[in-house]
T-cell receptor, first 115, second 115 residues
Framework: NAGVMQNPRHLVRRRGQEARLRCSPM?????VYWYRQLPEEGLKFMVY????????ESGMPKERFSAEFPKEGPSILRIQQVVRGDSAAYFC?????????????FGPGTRLTVL | GESVGLHLPTLSVQEGDNSIINCAYS??????FIWYKQESGKGPQFIID?????DKRQGQRVTVLLNKTVKHLSLQIAATQPGDSAVYFC??????????????FGKGTLLTVNP
């Protein structure tokens, strides 16, 4: 049973370009969470989604960042017009049940570098 | 604001010794606490969790202790092995300041096991 999958594992973008990060949850999981990790820091919550719904986006920057989890296909974290400060590792997690009642399992992350 | 933090950023132990990693938290309304292990270049891996109504929980070679009086959490690893070398994060799950439930991570402790 495959775990949470993320791609690409590494992504390099120039300032002003768009970054698209994909996350496929574990089989049977319908709850997805995105986190950002800066070097030598813990993970910071960004957004929580269920299929076709954004449940909590309180950790998302107000501009340039968006997330979706369509009925079919992976969850996408999209960063428009990237800046150097967006360089970080972005982790996706999934759970079977709504958060609080079930463990979140993490993917390997996408390491974004903005030149 | 609410936060989860760690007393020691680095810990170096000899193979076979026991390791203790500590964590302080400030949100007394947290529902449960989780320890994650993160190896270089990988996503966080669930180790063990503990509900707020418990004070001790044991797993395979690991024990988590929760002291709600002083808001302190610790992870004990018995007979530490080189494969235990990683960054360990404590995380708390709960609501803070009327916000939605979310997982809040501490900064991490780097555990190095010397052969």
């Amino acid at each position: 049973n495959a775990g949470v999958m993320q791609n690409p594992r590494h992504l390099v973008r120039r300032r002003g370009q768009e970054a698209r990060l994909r996350c496929s949850p574990m089989k049977g999981h319908s709850h997805v969470y995105w986190y950002r990790q800066l070097p030598e820091e813990g993970l910071k919550f960004m957004v929580y989604l269920q299929k076709e719904n954004i449940i909590d986006e309180s950790g998302m920057p107000k501009e340039r960042f968006s997330a979706e989890f369509p009925k079919e296909g992976p969850s996408i974290l999209r960063i428009q017009q990237v800046v150097r400060g967006d360089s970080a590792a972005y982790f996706c997690a999934s759970s079977r049940s709504p958060r609080g009642s079930d463990t979140q399992y993490f993917g390997p992350g996408t390491r974004l570098t903005v030149l | 604001g609410e936060s989860v933090g760690l007393h020691l950023p680095t810990l170096s132990v000899q193979e076979g010794d026991n390791s203790i990693i500590n964590c302080a938290y400030s949100n007394s309304a947290s529902d449960y606490f989780i320890w994650y292990k993160q190896e270089s270049g990988k996503g966080p891996q669930f180790i063990i969790d503990i509900r707020s109504n418990m004070d001790k929980r044991q797993g395979q070679r690991v024990t988590v202790l929760l002291n709600k009086t002083v808001k302190h959490l610790s992870l004990q690893i018995a007979a530490t092995q080189p494969g235990d070398s990683a960054v360990y994060f404590c995380a708390e799950f709960g609501r803070s300041g009327g916000s939605n439930y979310k997982l809040t991570f501490g900064k991490g402790t780097l555990l190095t096991v010397n052969p």
